[in-house]
Each structure stands twice: as structure tokens, then as C-alpha cells.
């Protein structure tokens, strides 16, 4: 008798301890870029679908600031209650070792990955350039000649340049990049003939290549994008280079496991439907998704990846 | 005509209508921003169509710009960053008890220095996006240059004054992460002073806190007044026939606004700067800038409403935001389905006339919006002292806050404040601070970009036509006085000689 009781209190405690009744209450998305973004816009629709399916409401919080280590640190130091959830950015992965936090990708725990957008090397479209090996070529024989722009000092189309460079074994500095505070000044740069060449997402500059004013030589990927079929990727040219920025969902370190699968299935769930593909779509969204166990490898593995670009560019911090 | 009709279908009317109401609630709020504004407006309008949707943002953003000269006018708070200016002569003018008249003069060229921006998108947006491709580092240098050269012109009497506030503003403009090595100077390992002190803060607590410190220093009797003593009456066509003697200040203004807004690297309160700064340079009465003269109030608001038409030149002919309104704006775009950039014309050739087309209606929406406004405003103003007061205090600090929802920046504003107090006491103008603070990084970014670029040589900063131009302008701004005085002299002489010959 005393043996059944004890196994029925061990039951009960053990369901009341995994069956987690979650949200019960409105969930707080970070989105550590400012509002109207391209990031922030995608956060608005993560918090859209997934109050439809956790049936809680999901409400965006920007928090700007220090190139996202603010925003990033406002949702990895939360409570890991699962009540506030993080639309994490590339930079998780970089910030530290530039110096600029502490916190490192372990201080998350990763739900999914939604997105990833290759970096694009982008030219005027009356360029002497007609691929990107005339450029790698052209730059390897004029070192210190050519101006290269995409986005300010140390982020991700600033790495994916030296990236490509150190690929062909070519050093960073034979190109001289020119900071800018993103893409859009950039292109401007670039229209004006200010910089000779530029990389960034090719979906960025889609108007102006569109219009016919600029070219994309390639595309840092693993393989060709279906919306710009043309564009050959770097590794089809023998440059054994991929870099781009991604996004995903994460929640604070040692949240409980059946919050992080509730949440893990919804944004899969929502990853697969029609409106998420159409949202990505519209706005030139590369759609990548990756699982909790896939997503938590890819960071660890960009983790790396980039401390070793950061070196060869002469910003690392340690 | 089909597209131009379709602005007044209800479906686009109405939220045009709302949106403008909207807009002269956030503009009228210290803290609260056109920007902002348009980002709250935006996840709602995609409920509806894309130019209903695009009415929205243009009618929220240009109320708001007029909206933030009301308490400018009234309180010296800028209600948005691009109000800065009108807090110099509109308020001087409210302290003289002619502060519904300095707004109605405001309204009515908000809303014909906003004609003028939009005519000039509808007209001449190729060359002009054109033209500022041709900006670039160097440009935007000397740009930044000749608007910090204004601090001189802007501070009244003693310049060692100003251009000491000018410099603090350039000192405060250093802290944060650096743009061209991404090194954190002055930060303290602090991760909120990385990306440097918020503007937006920082203006409301030096014009805003510091106000209310000084209405406190005044003591129980002045606080227990009603806030603005006058009767506020609202005279329109007094007003116009005003406008009207003065109308080339408005033109000038606008083109002038319309020309900074077009620069994907400048916006609308730059535009109101160096408005104001050219309007006291080129006036026969300089010495009457600051005291409430008409000019000086119409030159900056004329200016900030044509920028707003300038920034959607590169918007539409690039695809390339011209301010942080224009980015969202094209973000929504993609949303709509519509691909910003050149072939919008011949992709959306529709929707491009019914963007002019709603602009131009909203402008004249916005002188009954406008009124509607100030009307509302002076009912609230016509409260104790004390209570308004408190009311501003709060509004800076929600305002701060929301900026990037941070605490931090509560401070800032609390720190800035006082700081604006204490400097006033000593007679340093405020205004050339904000110049500082602002133009600060165009300054030293595209100094120090454009030295990356030509590898530290700098004979192009020289070489090229635009700056040349900037060059004689800020040539021009520090010799005028003495110019004038030199010709003045000369033509004098020669009078006299003439006498004795005869």
C-alpha cells in the first residue's frame, strides 16, 4: 500500500513537473534592430503567426543599440521562462570577438533558423568586369586601386569580402572598403561611381540591378538562388567561399525543454506554409530553415568561422 | 484622371484623414517622431490598399513636421528633431504674446514649402536624384561643414559662446562605437553609450527639461499662471497677406529644403538649419533674427516640410531612402508587392501619380488639420503652469524611452537637461549644440571615409565642383559682416568723390 502511494505521488509530481502548461500569458519577440527594418519586419510576422498558433499574443520589442548587442543581451539575460524569445541575427556570432559584449551564441539556446541570405559581389553594370574571377584577377594585380563598400567596418559584407578575398589568397587590404552605415549607402556610393565594387544581399540591390544600372558577378553561396538564376555562385569559379547573414529564433540558455519543443514546432510549423513563403518572398527573404539540433550546430560552427575571418582581417578582439 | 480621382474614394480618404489627425498628435508630443509615426501607421496599413496604406504615411509624416513646431512655438520643446528651429523666433514671438500668429504663419508655409517639395519631385526628380549621386564624402564634409557654420550665425551677440555650445555638441557627438574602425570610444564598457548618445534625448532634455527647470526657478506665481497668457486667435488671412510680401523666403526656403532632403546623407532638420542660417545671412535686418521676426520663422518650417517631398526623390528614382521615413516606407512597399526603385514609374506608373496626387491633397488638408491642431494645443495650454509642466516632463520621459525602448535613455534626457539649464544660465546658446551633436559624425565620418578612400591624401576634398561651391558658401558665411561693411565703405567713397567732382 505504502509502495503504491509513494509510486501515485511520484506520478503526480512527475506530471505536474513535464506536463508545462505554456504561454498562459503574451509573449515579448527582441528584435535588436530598429523598427521598420527588414529585420524587424520579419520579426513582426514571427509575432503575428506565432500568436495564431500558441494562441497567445506575441508582442515586438526593438532594442537598438551597441551594432545588437543591446537587443541580443535584453534576450539572453531574460528569465528563460519562454516568455521572452529573441529574433537572433548573424552578429551573435561576431560581436564578441569584436569586443563590442561578452555574451557569446552559448548564452542561447536556438528554437530555429528561417532565413539565411548569401552575400552578392555587386558592380556597375558598365564595368569592365564580367565575373568575378576579371575582378579577384584585376584586384590581385592593382592591389590598393580598387574602393569596396557594403556596410560599416567589421560586419557581415565587410567579413564576406575578406572572406572572398583570403579564399584566392589575396590579403584584405589590397582592396581599401569604404564603412558605410548599410547597404543602401553603399549602392548610393556605387550609382555615383564613389566605390568600384560592392558586397551585399543581392536582394538589397534587386531595383538597381533590375533597372540595369548594376551587375551581380556572384553569389557567395553553396549554390545558385532560384529568383536570380544567372548569378553564378563563387565555388562554380573555383573560390571555395560561402558567407551570408541568417536569422532565427532563440530563447535564453537552460530554458526547459518542452518550452523550447513547443515553440521549436510552432515556427517550423509556421516555416512551412504558404503565407511565410509568400511574406519571404515579398520582401527577397532567402528561406532557410533549420531545426533546433541543425540551427544550435550551424551557430556553432559560424561561431568559429568567423573568429578565424575576424583574425584575418586584423578585428579581432581577445 | 482615374488615379488622381481615386484619392478621394473614401477608402483612401478617410485613412488619409485619420492618419493626419494621428500625426498631429505624435507630432505634437516632445519625443514623439514623424518616424515613429510612421512606424506604428505601418503594420495597420497593410490591411488596406497600397495607396490607401502610402496615404497614410505621407498624411501622419506631414502633419507631424508642422506639429512639432506647436510646442517649439509655444513650450520651446521641439515636438520632432526637424522643429529644432522654430523654438529660436516662434517662441520669441509667443513671449511677445503673437504666438497663434507665428503658427498660422507656420502652418500656412508648412504647407507651401511642402507644395513646393512635392512639385519639384513631380518635376525634376531624375536630375535632382541625379545631382545627389554626385554627393558623396568630400560633399557631404563640407555640407556638414557650412551647417556647423551656422552655429556662428545661429548664436545671438557673443559667437566664443556659441561655438563653445557648437564644440560640446561636437564632443558629445564622439562617444560610441566609431564607424570606419568600429573601435567604442568614450563607452566605459558601457553597451548602451556603444551606438552613442540618442539624439532624440538628448534634444528633448536640453530644450524641453531644461524649460521646465527654469519656469520651476521662477517660483509659485509664475507657476500657477495659465501657461501661455495670450488669447489664441487665429487670423488666416492676415497671416497670408504676411506670406505674401515675404513669399520668395518661402520659395528660397523650400527649394533649399527640397535640395538637403533629396541627400540620402541629410534630412529634414539639417534642412531647417541651414534655412534659417541662410535666411539671417542673406537678411537686410540679421540683427532682428532671434527676437521673433517673421523670417525666421518662416524659413525653417518652410524648409522641414520641402525636405519631406526631397527624401522621396532618391526613394522613387533609386530606390534608396532618403531619411529614415522614406526606408520604411520602402520596406512597406515590398510588402505591398510593389518593387521600389527605377521601374517603379513604368511598373506602377498608377501609384506613383496617386502618391503625388495624395500629397498635394494633403497639403491642403493640412492647413484645416493644422488649425484643428493648434486650436486643441492652446486648450491644453491654457492649464496652470505647473500642470503643464508636469505633463512635459512625463511625455520627455515616455518619448525618451520609446526611442529604443531603453531606460538609459531616460537619463540622458534627465543629464541633458540639466545641463541645458545650467548653460543657459551663463547665456551659451543651446541651438549650436544641437548643430554640434548632430552634424558631429557627417562631419568626422565622411572626413575620415573620404581620407580612407583617397589614402590620407587630401587635395580632393578640394578638387571637386560641388565642394568648391561649399567652400565660397562657408568662405561667405564667416566674411559677409566684413564684406558688406568693405563694399559698403568702397560704394560710400566713391559717392562722396563723385559730390566733390561735381
Known sequence: ?318 | MENILAVFNPNVFLPLLVSMFFGIFVGGIPGLTATMAVALIIPISYYLSPLAGLAMVLGASFTAIFSGDIPATFLRIPGTPASGAATLDGFEMTKKGKGSLALTLDLFCSAIGGTIGIVLLIVVAPPLANLALQFTNYEYFWLGLFGLSMSVVLSKGNVIKGLSAAIIGLLISTIGMDITTGYPRFTFQNIELMSGIEFIPAMIGLFGLSEVLKRIQGGNKSLSRPTINEKIKVSPLKALRIIGKRFFVVVKSAVIGTLIGALPGAGADIAAWVSYGVEKKTSKHPEEFGTGTVDGVIAPTSANNAALGGTWIPALVFGIPGDTITAIVLGAMLMFGIQPGPLIFEESGDLVTGIFTVALVAQVLLIFVGFVGIKAYSQVLKLKTSTVMAGVVIFSMIGSYAIRNSFFDIYVMLIFGIMGFLLEKIDVPLAPMILGIILGPMIEDNLRVGLTKTGGDMSLFFQRPISIVFICLIVFTFTSGYLFKFLKYVFKGKGRNEIKNN
Open chain 1, 1 to 318: 500500500m505504502k509502495k503504491l502511494l509513494l509510486v501515485a505521488l511520484i506520478a503526480i509530481f512527475a506530471i505536474t513537473l513535464f506536463a508545462v502548461n505554456y504561454p498562459t500569458k503574451s509573449i515579448t519577440l527582441v528584435c535588436p534592430w530598429g523598427a521598420g527594418g527588414g529585420t524587424d519586419r520579419l520579426a513582426r510576422f514571427m509575432a503575428d503567426e506565432l500568436s495564431k498558433e500558441l494562441g497567445q499574443p506575441v508582442v515586438v520589442v526593438n532594442k537598438t543599440g551597441g551594432g545588437g548587442a543591446v537587443g541580443h543581451g535584453a534576450g539572453a539575460y531574460a528569465r528563460n521562462d519562454g516568455y521572452t524569445i529573441t529574433l537572433v541575427t548573424l552578429e551573435i556570432a561576431t560581436m564578441h570577438w569584436l569586443g563590442l559584449t561578452p555574451l557569446t551564441y552559448e548564452n542561447l539556446d536556438y528554437i530555429a533558423q528561417v532565413n539565411q541570405d548569401p552575400a552578392g559581389l555587386i558592380v556597375k553594370a558598365d564595368n569592365e568586369w564580367y565575373s568575378a574571377t576579371d575582378l579577384l584577377v584585376d584586384v590581385a594585380q592593382n592591389q590598393g586601386q580598387y574602393l569596396f563598400s557594403g556596410s560599416g567596418a567589421g560586419t557581415i559584407w565587410d567579413l564576406s569580402r575578406i572572406g572572398m578575398l583570403n579564399a584566392v589568397g589575396i590579403v584584405p587590404d589590397a582592396v581599401t572598403w569604404v564603412p558605410t552605415t548599410g547597404a543602401a549607402p553603399s549602392i548610393v556610393e556605387l550609382l555615383g561611381g564613389h566605390v568600384d565594387a560592392i558586397t551585399c544581399s543581392i536582394p538589397e540591390a534587386y531595383p538597381q540591378i533590375a533597372s540595369g544600372d548594376l551587375k551581380a558577378l556572384a553569389i557567395m553561396a553553396d549554390e545558385r538562388d532560384s529568383r536570380f538564376e544567372g548569378v553564378p555562385t563563387l565555388k562554380e569559379l573555383g573560390v571555395d567561399w560561402a558567407s551570408g547573414t541568417w536569422r532565427g529564433i532563440a530563447v535564453p540558455n537552460s530554458t526547459s525543454p518542452e518550452i523550447k519543443k513547443i515553440l521549436e514546432d510552432a515556427v517550423l510549423k509556421i516555416a512551412s506554409s504558404d503565407a511565410f513563403v509568400d511574406f519571404m518572398n515579398k520582401n527577397g527573404f532567402g528561406i532557410k530553415v533549420r531545426n533546433a539540433e541543425e540551427f544550435t550546430a550551424f551557430v556553432e560552427e559560424q561561431d568559429s568561422v568567423w573568429k578565424e575571418v575576424l583574425k584575418i582581417g586584423g578585428y579581432l578582439v581577445e
